[in-house]
């Protein structure tokens, strides 16, 4: 779903924010409000906002929906039992059709995790309390560390890690080799740790940079077809924080080349994008038109 989802014009009608949620029996210590009625009006501070702090479920209903009656009680039970962890957003989807709508909802009930603005999971239709549980488990397991928790909570400090530790000191000192095999040995016991993926892709492409020659842009312009001098000369631009010009440089030599040296500029473009979020709006522009390219 949340490829489909498009927020933004809801921010359009939010009015002012809504007075804080009051304490009480059904307010969590730290004033977040465990389940709020949200309208249009009110989406953007009671959801988006909000989502910022915690994971906020949208519960998508509505008063002719049997079903929703089945599903509704039940969310809003683990939403006490929760105590502000998450916050449970109900949305009538005939009062609110722009939010409906904004969800992409085909029918009801539809429920919507968000956290960060962003819709993380979903699903339609009644589910048993047990797997309501799992479901939410994974939804705030996924979000550790990530969001800034409720009004006045205290930041959980994270433990450091000594591989990560020595690491960014290997790389402080200038020693690429080393930062590189530190990263490294976190991956041999974790293959999926995406820090450390991520940190050997930079730590790479800075050793690479550290020893371009001066010139390295000129010599490629003057050898547009020396793929390695492009390579470098891509790097270089890169280090300069012009990914436009790396990515058109790599990009414009794919379209002019074929064979091994297509396919090599092609790796290593799809390496620099990796360096960069993939929502970045030079990478997107860059992937865009490296298919254009392609095909």
Do not use: H
Request: glycine share 6%.
């Amino acid at each position: 779903m949340s490829g489909a989802v498009d927020l933004s014009p809801l921010k359009e009608r939010a009015a002012a924010p809504p007075p804080p949620a009051a304490g009480g029996d059904g307010a969590a210590p730290g004033g977040i409000a465990p389940i709020v009625d949200v309208t249009e009006a009110t989406f953007e501070t009671e959801v988006l906002q909000r989502s910022m702090q915690v994971p906020v479920i949208v519960d998508l209903w509505a008063t002719w929906c049997q079903p929703c009656k089945q599903l509704s009680p039940v969310l809003e039970k683990l939403a006490n039992e929760a105590g502000g962890a998450w916050v449970l957003a109900k949305v009538d989807v005939d009062a609110n059709p722009r939010i409906a709508q904004a969800f992409g909802v085909q029918s009801v009930p539809t429920v919507v995790a968000l956290a960060a603005g962003q819709p993380l999971a979903d699903f339609q239709g009644v589910q048993p309390e047990a797997a309501l549980r799992q479901w939410l488990d994974a939804i705030q397991n996924a979000v550790v560390g990530k969001l800034s928790g409720p009004p006045g909570a205290e930041p959980e400090e994270q433990p450091a890690d000594p591989r990560f530790e020595a690491a960014e000191q290997a790389l402080e000192n200038g020693d690429f080799d080393g930062a590189e095999a530190a990263y490294q040995l976190v991956l041999n016991s974790e293959p999926g740790n995406t820090e450390a993926q991520a940190a050997l892709r930079q730590v790479r492409f800075l050793a690479r940079a550290s020893s371009l020659p001066e010139d390295a842009i000129e010599r490629a312009d003057a050898a547009p077809a020396d793929l390695e001098a492009q390579f470098a000369a891509a790097d270089a631009e890169l280090f300069a924080q012009k990914p436009e010009a790396a990515f058109g440089r790599l990009i414009e030599f794919v379209r002019r080349s074929a064979g091994d040296e297509r396919t090599a500029a092609r790796t290593r473009l799809l390496e620099l994008f990796e360096l960069f979020d993939p929502s970045d709006p030079a990478v997107v522009a860059a992937r865009r038109k490296l298919a254009m390219a392609l095909y």
